[in-house]
């Protein structure tokens, strides 16, 4: 009997999930006719839920980088990026990390490349703002936030370090909440640490450190604007309470490298612009030559390609129908994308004799968004939570969604509980390698040599 390969390209929720189902589900017998092959550009699987709290110094970023060859026994690890597939030839082609190229037959194709930083056409945005998509990006802004505390607290000039110590957020969708949420408490602290060493030298004439200032735009006329009003209302009020400068139906007219200029006229000296505005399906999609909807790949309910027997996508790469509502989508989030992600495992299984297709039907659970501190919002079964209790269901939430890493996360809650923030940089990931338009914000970019 000849040996069976399915090829799962993309590791994060769905593939990351539809790799482990599959795996689990086959019978032994059958392992060794079937190759299950994960193809991913990095090496583990990144929880990005938990993103913000590596830009804010909370998770150092290997807790939330869930080791693929630790935690996937029985799948081989392709590490490369998927640039062209001939569904004719049943073959793919990939780059990897270290630029050479390689093909791949199979005999079943599961896409699940997620998505990347939604642009819009607003002048000196893309080369001024900087998305929330990847690892490299939290990397890059934790050590951005440090620096521009650091420079703010050495300058002379007050208005330019009143700039360095501003940070515009555009998007106020769970994601930029989350990340301004998080930044200001991150901004405090560092701000504690500069004082103290202002204070000491104010006797030599220099001024006192000031304090950090975040603003949160949306076009919405509330924050999380996808979401259920009273995370809205709790989001909201912890934000002002903190003292973010949240306004609504707002946003950039254009960007500089001194500032923003916001919708209504005003211009805001800052050097930090965040862009979190949403996203879009990974570039790939529209390469493939396949049929798509809203740009995510079409697929029917059993997560099938039409016209395309041996291929399947899901996750926030394609248009899932929803069935709980019908003629919908369901949305990109990653609760879809797990569950679609075991489904599309099951399904592939039983594509090879083993077990019977089914549909994806999911009813939304609800969502949480942590605030940083003890804060929260969350509506698990559309039960509207706040304060420290929503705080304890989402971090016990993250912590059982999470594939691995589990106690190491907790160690790190632990010690933020207890001790400040570190005000180091580190400087890897500078500004240029991690552009807003980027069809891998997985990777960093590197020099071309
Ligand atoms: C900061 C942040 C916070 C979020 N918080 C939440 C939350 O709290 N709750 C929630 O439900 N959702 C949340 N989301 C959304 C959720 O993360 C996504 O919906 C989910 O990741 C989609 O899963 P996916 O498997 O489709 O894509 P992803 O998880 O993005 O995985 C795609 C994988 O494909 C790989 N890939 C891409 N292109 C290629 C290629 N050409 N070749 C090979 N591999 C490729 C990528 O490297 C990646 O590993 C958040 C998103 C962000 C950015």
């Known amino acids: 009997m000849s040996r069976s390969r399915i090829v799962i390209v ?8 539809a790799a482990r189902t599959l795996s689990r589900t086959l019978p032994r017998t059958l392992r060794g006719a079937v190759e299950i092959v994960l193809v991913n550009p990095n090496d583990y699987f990144l929880y990005l839920p938990l993103l913000p709290e590596v830009a804010s110094g909370v998770l150092e970023p290997r807790r939330v980088s869930v080791s693929l060859a630790g935690t996937l026994p029985g799948v081989r690890l392709v590490l490369g990026e998927v640039g062209e597939v001939d569904f004719d030839r049943r073959r793919l082609r990939y780059v990897d990390p270290e630029g050479r190229s390689g093909e791949l037959g199979y005999d079943r194709l599961l896409l699940t490349v997620g998505s990347v930083n939604k642009l819009l056409p607003i002048p000196g945005v893309a080369e001024h703002a900087h998305g929330f998509r990847g690892m490299p990006e939290a990397l890059y802004l934790r050590d951005h936030i440090n620096r521009q505390l650091a420079l703010a607290a050495a300058c002379d000039d007050p208005e330019e370090a009143a700039a360095r110590r501003t940070f515009v ?29 202002a204070r000491r030298s104010e006797a030599d004439g220099a001024h006192a450190d000031g304090t950090p200032r975040w603003m949160l735009l949306d076009l919405a006329p509330r924050v999380l604007p996808e979401l259920d009003k009273r995370l809205s209302d709790t989001a909201h009020r912890v934000l002002r309470k903190r003292g973010v400068d949240v306004r609504t139906q707002m946003s950039v007219k254009e960007a500089t490298s001194e500032g923003v200029l916001l919708s209504d006229g005003e211009f805001i000296p800052t050097r930090s612009l965040i862009w979190c505005v949403g996203v ?21 309910e ?54 019977a297709s089914r549909p994806y039907k999911h009813h939304d659970l609800g969502f949480m968004v942590d605030l940083g501190g003890v804060q929260a919002a ?18 016990g939430y993250h912590l059982a969604s999470m594939p691995g890493n589990r106690i190491r996360v907790l ?16 400087g890897l990931v500078r500004s240029w390698s991690v552009p807003l338009e980027s069809s891998s914000p997985e990777v960093a970019r590197t020099p071309v040599p």
């Open 411 to 426: 160690a790190d809650w632990a010690l933020d509980a207890v001790l400040p923030r570190q005000a180091a940089q580190l």
């Open 280 to 300: 879009r399906p990974d570039p790939l999609v529209k390469d493939l030559g396949l049929e798509t909807q809203q740009g995510r790949l079409m697929v029917d």
């Open 10 to 17: 993309g590791a994060g929720f769905a593939g990351y999930q």
């Open 302 to 355: 059993y997560l099938r390609v039409p016209g395309r027997p041996d291929v399947m996508a899901c996750g926030d790469a394609a248009a899932v129908p929803d069935l709980t509502r019908p003629g919908e989508i369901t949305p990109m989030t990653a609760q879809h994308a797990v569950r679609q992600g075991k489904v599309a495992g099951r399904n592939l299984a039983a594509s090879l004799g083993y077990g």
């Open 378 to 395: 969350a509506n698990p079964l559309r039960v509207p939570l706040s304060g420290p209790l929503a705080n304890l269901v989402t971090r």
């Open 169 to 197: 957020v555009v998007g106020a969708g769970y994601t930029g909440t989350e990340v301004a949420a998080h930044g200001q408490m991150f901004t405090d602290s560092l701000a504690r640490q500069h004082s103290r060493g």
